[in-house]
């Protein structure tokens, strides 16, 4: 994987993007010529159109990101991904629509832009089918080598057995733990030469996955790996590389303080973050007002009661504050206002709220407590202190999600479907920990895109 802003991409996704890059601008440069020579229209130098050729290609390529078009899936499946280009093809001319209008200096004739989406999605599915396979198969992961056999050794082991993931296990070597779990692991004293033993394997990573490290770190055979070239990670800072989220089994105190994260250098980030805030919350509103209106007529019409309702939240520093939200369920939801938890398929919501919720129409009177300062559009999901007391008693580092803004979306939310048990709140905390420590400007770009992904395609809405 490289890291781009302080979040990891893997090898195989940023190679895509750049061929794909590649194609749009050739397919804009195409179809304009093609264009050009129908009419008998001289073709200019190629440099006197590179602001139209990098708009159709930049606004294109966004749509692949947010609809979600270097997933995973996307490697795996040809009409997966089929589909999803579609979308994002689709997204990307509306959006390319939008800045003719707004910036007719940048435009393309309606000709030119239709032959050029042909032939960007005859050359982004021809691509596709082509290096699919190959971008998803073993070519581009990286071998390692697991210096441990147990309980956490085996997580790796349970890891790599999962489809998309990024390595490849070339060996377990097990360092004398009394409660060893992977069979099929080699004793360290069966290796004479460690060192050789993984550059043997191919291996560019050594991972320590010690059950018990206290007095048990093998330092010698990790100096002498590393001496030879060989990258020596640690079990947390493996996995959250290769996960985007921080393993709670496997982290503690010391890894989150002297981790790389968590940086100071954030003052700058944070007012370009609250500017974007109360520029976009502002928009939003405005436009989406409308709507709002004639949701809540909708949810009076069907129920009776207000249309909006006011929840408590915890927010940053564990400061509490009031969010506004289309009303989605009964009036008399929550009894005494005893907070419960809710459950696939709850028949507390509405057939109103039911769709809202579906479509995240329930969330957007939050823009305001956006504008207010609040919350942010990017930040972990503020829930509510009777659950925050309960989650702190079950949950280590629950508080550090507290140390960043609160937001109405957040890497959690797209990379984690509607959580509604502790063990729910647990998978989420590891990618609102994730965030805390890695946040950018960047990883909020891309969790604001793909937010649309989460919108167009939801999982797990209740």
């Given at each position: 994987?490289?890291?781009?802003?302080?979040?990891?991409?893997?090898?195989?996704?940023?190679?895509?993007?750049?061929?794909?890059?590649?194609?749009?601008?050739?397919?804009?440069?195409?179809?304009?010529?093609?264009?050009?020579?129908?009419?008998?229209?001289?073709?200019?130098?190629?440099?006197?159109?590179?602001?139209?050729?990098?708009?159709?290609?930049?606004?294109?390529?966004?749509?692949?990101?947010?609809?979600?078009?270097?997933?995973?899936?996307?490697?795996?499946?040809?009409?997966?991904?089929?589909?999803?280009?579609?979308?994002?093809?689709?997204?990307?001319?509306?959006?390319?629509?939008?800045?003719?209008?707004?910036?007719?200096?940048?435009?393309?004739?309606?000709?030119?832009?239709?032959?050029?989406?042909?032939?960007?999605?005859?050359?982004?599915?021809?691509?596709?089918?082509?290096?699919?396979?190959?971008?998803?198969?073993?070519?581009?992961?990286?071998?390692?080598?697991?210096?441990?056999?147990?309980?956490?050794?085996?997580?790796?082991?349970?890891?790599?057995?999962?489809?998309?993931?990024?390595?490849?296990?070339?060996?377990?070597?097990?360092?004398?733990?009394?409660?060893?779990?992977?069979?099929?692991?080699?004793?360290?004293?069966?290796?004479?030469?460690?060192?050789?033993?993984?550059?043997?394997r191919n291996a560019s990573e050594v991972v320590l996955a010690l059950d018990?490290?206290?007095?048990?770190?093998?330092?010698?055979?990790?100096?002498?790996?590393?001496?030879?070239?060989?990258?020596?990670?640690?079990?947390?800072?493996?996995?959250?590389?290769?996960?985007?989220?921080?393993?709670?089994?496997?982290?503690?105190?010391?890894?989150?303080?002297?981790?790389?994260?968590?940086?100071?250098?954030?003052m700058l980030s944070s007012v370009f973050k609250r500017a974007f805030d109360?520029?976009?919350?502002?928009?939003?509103?405005?436009?989406?007002?409308?709507?709002?209106?004639?949701?809540?007529?909708?949810?009076?019409?069907?129920?009776?009661?207000?249309?909006?309702?006011?929840?408590?939240?915890?927010?940053?520093?564990?400061?509490?504050?009031?969010?506004?939200?289309?009303?989605?369920?009964?009036?008399?939801?929550?009894?005494?206002?005893?907070?419960?938890?809710?459950?696939?398929?709850?028949?507390?919501?509405?057939?109103?709220?039911?769709?809202?919720?579906?479509?995240?129409?329930?969330?957007?009177?939050?823009?305001?407590?956006?504008?207010?300062?609040?919350?942010?559009?990017?930040?972990?999901?503020?829930?509510?202190?009777?659950?925050?007391?309960?989650?702190?008693?079950?949950?280590?580092?629950?508080?550090?999600?507290?140390?960043?803004?609160?937001?109405?979306?957040?890497?959690?939310?797209?990379?984690?479907?509607?959580?509604?048990?502790?063990?729910?709140?647990?998978?989420?905390?590891?990618?609102?920990?994730?965030?805390?420590?890695?946040?950018?400007?960047?990883?909020?770009?891309?969790?604001?895109?793909?937010?649309?992904?989460?919108?167009?395609?939801?999982?797990?809405?209740?």
């Amino acid at each position: 994987m490289i890291r781009l802003f302080k979040h990891y991409v893997p090898h195989a996704v940023l190679l895509l993007g750049l061929v794909d890059l590649a194609l749009l601008i050739a397919s804009a440069e195409i179809g304009w010529v093609v264009r050009a020579h129908q009419i008998g229209m001289a073709v200019a130098p190629i440099h006197t159109r590179i602001a139209q050729l990098l708009t159709f290609a930049i606004a294109l390529q966004v749509s692949l990101v947010a609809v979600g078009a270097y997933g995973v899936a996307s490697f795996l499946s040809l009409r997966f991904a089929a589909a999803r280009l579609a979308v994002a093809l689709a997204l990307g001319v509306i959006a390319l629509s939008f800045i003719f209008f707004l910036v007719p200096a940048l435009s393309f004739w309606r000709s030119n832009l239709l032959y050029s989406t042909i032939i960007a999605t005859v050359l982004l599915v021809t691509v596709r089918a082509l290096l699919g396979k190959t971008l998803g198969g073993d070519t581009f992961k990286r071998r390692i080598v697991v210096l441990g056999a147990g309980a956490r050794a085996a997580r790796i082991l349970q890891l790599s057995e999962q489809p998309g993931i990024n390595f490849i296990v070339a060996d377990f070597v097990a360092m004398g733990e009394p409660n060893q779990v992977i069979g099929k692991a080699r004793p360290r004293a069966e290796i004479p030469n460690l060192s050789a033993h993984i550059v043997d394997r191919n291996a560019s990573e050594v991972v320590l996955a010690l059950d018990e490290r206290r007095n048990a770190l093998p330092m010698k055979d990790l100096l002498r790996v590393r001496t030879t070239g060989v990258q020596v990670s640690e079990i947390s800072t493996f996995l959250e590389r290769e996960t985007g989220r921080i393993d709670l089994k496997s982290v503690n105190p010391s890894w989150l303080i002297f981790s790389d994260g968590f940086a100071s250098s954030r003052m700058l980030s944070s007012v370009f973050k609250r500017a974007f805030d109360i520029f976009a919350s502002g928009l939003l509103l405005l436009l989406t007002l409308p709507v709002i209106l004639l949701t809540a007529v909708a949810i009076k019409l069907e129920s009776k009661g207000p249309a909006f309702y006011r929840q408590r939240r915890v927010g940053l520093y564990n400061e509490g504050f009031d969010i506004l939200k289309l009303r989605s369920m009964r009036q008399d939801a929550e009894v005494a206002g005893t907070a419960v938890w809710a459950a696939e398929d709850d028949p507390r919501i509405t057939r109103i709220g039911r769709f809202i919720r579906k479509v995240r129409i329930d969330e957007l009177p939050q823009t305001w407590t956006v504008l207010k300062g609040e919350m942010s559009f990017v930040g972990p999901r503020p829930e509510r202190p009777q659950f925050v007391e309960q989650l702190e008693e079950h949950l280590p580092f629950y508080a550090e999600r507290h140390m960043v803004k609160p937001g109405i979306t957040g890497w959690a939310q797209i990379n984690y479907p509607y959580g509604a048990s502790i063990e729910d709140a647990r998978h989420k905390l590891e990618y609102d920990l994730y965030y805390a420590k890695n946040y950018s400007p960047f990883l909020d770009m891309l969790i604001l895109l793909q937010t649309l992904r989460v919108v167009l395609w939801p999982t797990g809405a209740r």
